[in-house]
T-cell receptor, first 115, second 115 residues
């Protein structure tokens, strides 16, 4: 399997612009997670989905952030409008809630810089 | 409530010395326990996990961890540190609550290996 695929890998954008991060989970996985990682705040869970339904979005910083999962193989995290404090690495991860221990598999991350 | 505590945000060891990274957890239901490693500019990858059965689990790169229920601990060890072990290590707890899996990561421990 190709693993969790994220795009873009790197993005530099100007403050106020819309940013869309994309994720393709591992085929067959029923959970999808979006995390944000910064030096100051560490690894933060933003939102997670089960079977394409958002279960917990309490980690989403504010209304500028939104996430969707229109089908089992695709999810987006959108920031509109973007601000310099949104600069971070955004990780998508997926897992399958089976008997194997629910291992979470991470993508390589999307490195976002807002200037 | 579920929580993970990693003692020491930074740990330094000499090359060839024992590596010990501490993780304590709390969970109201039997948890699955994980250690992940993150190398610079990469995503998190699974080192090892405990689900059920043998409490001493072995992972990649010579690491192992022991689940001690009475101490609610899952410390990570490696007998002899190698320069390539320099990375950030995350302990994680996954449990099933309300029909959904709940994931909690620790704040991470950065391991420095001194030649």
């Amino acid at each position: 399997d190709a693993g969790v695929i994220q795009s873009p890998r790197h993005e530099v954008t100007e403050m106020g612009q819309e940013v869309t991060l994309r994720c393709k989970p591992i085929s067959g996985h029923d959970y999808l997670f979006w995390y944000r990682q910064t030096m100051m705040r560490g690894l933060e869970l933003l939102i997670y989905f089960n079977n394409n339904v958002p279960i917990d979005d309490s980690g989403m910083p504010e209304d500028r952030f939104s996430a969707k999962m229109p089908n089992a193989s695709f999810s987006t995290l959108k920031i509109q409008p973007s601000e310099p404090r949104d600069s971070a690495v955004y990780f998508c991860a997926s897992s399958f809630r089976g008997t194997g221990g629910n291992t979470i598999y991470f993508g390589e991350g999307s490195w976002l810089t807002v200037v | 409530a579920q929580s993970v505590t990693q003692l020491g945000s930074h740990v330094s060891v000499s090359e060839g010395a024992l590596v010990l990274l501490r993780c304590n957890y709390s969970s109201s239901v039997p948890p699955y326990l994980f250690w992940y490693v993150q190398y610079p500019n990469q995503g998190l990858q699974l080192l090892l996990k405990y689900t059920t059965g043998a409490t001493l689990v072995k992972g990649i790169n010579g690491f192992e961890a022991e689940f001690k229920k009475s101490e609610t601990s899952f410390h990570l060890t490696k007998p002899s540190a190698h320069m390539s072990d320099a990375a950030e290590y995350f302990c994680a707890v996954i449990s099933t609550t309300g029909g959904y899996q709940k994931v909690t990561f620790g704040t991470g421990t950065k391991l420095q290996v001194i030649p």
